[in-house]
């Protein structure tokens, strides 16, 4: 916890996280789970290997 000009901040805490590599087939396809909390609210963004980002 962290306090900021009057603000309680607290970093990411992964309660869930998802290992750093994860291979499937395109034809089943994947599901990786992850889940995180913080004050603000963190943003979870998956990278693909080429370094883009992965969009639903």
Known sequence: MVWSGGLDLQGPLFLHEPPH????SNSSGGKVDC???????PEV????????????
């Not at 590599?21 to 499937?24: A, M």
């Not at 889940?35 to 609210?41: D, E, I, R, V």
């Open 45 to 56: 963004e998956w990278i693909l290997a080429d370094g883009s980002a992965v969009h639903q």
């Open 35 to 41: 889940t995180a909390h913080g004050s603000p609210p």
């Open 21 to 24: 590599r994860v291979e499937f």
